[in-house]
């Protein structure tokens, strides 16, 4: 099976890459968007889960599994943002190895400018965001995932790049 676990902060360009591997080569790969599941506001995460990290932990786990108990017809790409332990531990658990681990990634001034210019959410244009993708980056060091820089890459670079892992 060929799976690629596409991951990165709001603004990285992850779901952009994802729709466009979709348009082109839909009838080759199953497109997931972790955010399809539906994102509860912060207060409902705490109240069933104990936290937000909590939650995203719980969602990762449940996507990974999702995708493992899926007959496997086509190549399968999963979008979304989670801390990239979480997709580790969870392909570990669902007896999932062969699958490639995505960080979308893009400096502070790309992601700000994409986040409040292109997308028009303020509220996701923070130093929290900036943080959050600050810590991603430290992860994708620490476990040597592939690093998609796509400040300065043409989308058609970002997803022949994914591409190239569903294995063309």
């Not at 676990?5 to 497109?31: D, F, M, N, P, W």
């Amino acid at each position: 099976m060929a799976f690629v676990i596409l991951t990165g902060a709001s603004g990285s360009g992850k779901t952009t890459i994802a729709k466009a591997v979709s348009a082109r080569y839909g009838e080759q790969v199953e497109v997931y968007h972790f955010d399809s599941i539906g994102v509860p506001p912060p207060e409902e995460m705490i109240a069933k889960y104990g936290s937000g990290e909590a939650w995203q932990r719980a969602m990762t786990c449940e996507w990974i599994a999702r995708v493992a108990d899926t007959p496997r017809r086509r190549r399968v790409l999963l979008e979304g943002q989670t801390r990239l332990s979480f997709v580790i531990e969870a392909t570990a658990a669902a007896g999932i190895s062969d699958y490639v681990l995505i960080l979308a990634d893009c400096d502070d001034a790309t992601r700000s400018k994409r986040l409040l210019l292109d997308r028009r959410q303020r509220d996701l244009a923070t130093p929290t965001m900036m943080n959050w993708a600050n810590y991603l980056r430290g992860e994708a060091r620490q476990v040597r995932c592939t690093v998609l820089n796509t400040a300065h890459l043409p989308l058609e670079h970002c997803v022949q790049l994914v591409w190239s892992h569903l294995g063309e």
